[in-house]
């Protein structure tokens, strides 16, 4: 996904990522394929939820809605996710793409289940 972490909020469980959409998912109309943006935000929620447990667990998507608000243009690309509500059974996700001047391109939401990393004790 080409993503950089920059920070971890886990106050707020939020992460700060940035993205650089490859020339490669670049459309003829110059904007950064959909599929691509949604892969973004949907990296950037699964790493908040996987942050916010010290790494022991990682959430398994059951749903993922993303709106893409404005075109994504190519250059340098910013991702915050944040973890709304983790249960026992059921984790709430949310995310926004930004560019660099701090507008909101996208933005998206998830369901998932909480799973244990393999390898790693969930106690």
């Known amino acids: 996904m080409g993503a950089e972490f920059v920070s971890f909020d886990q106050d707020t469980q939020t992460i700060t990522m ?37 790494g022991s667990h990682s959430p398994l998507m059951l749903d993922v809605n993303f709106s893409l ?20 059974r059921v984790v709430f996700l949310a995310a926004e793409l930004k560019d660099c001047d701090g507008t909101v391109l996208a933005r998206a939401t998830s369901t998932c289940i909480p799973t244990p990393n393999p390898g790693l004790d969930p106690e």
Do not use: C
């Open 18 to 54: 940035n993205f650089t959409a490859p020339e490669s998912f670049i459309t003829p109309r110059g904007s950064v394929q959909g599929g691509l943006v949604a892969g973004f935000l949907d990296e950037a929620m699964g790493w908040a939820y996987t942050h916010s447990t010290g």
């Open 69 to 88: 608000l404005r075109p994504v243009r190519q250059g340098p690309l910013v991702a915050t996710g944040s973890v709304i509500k983790a249960g026992k």
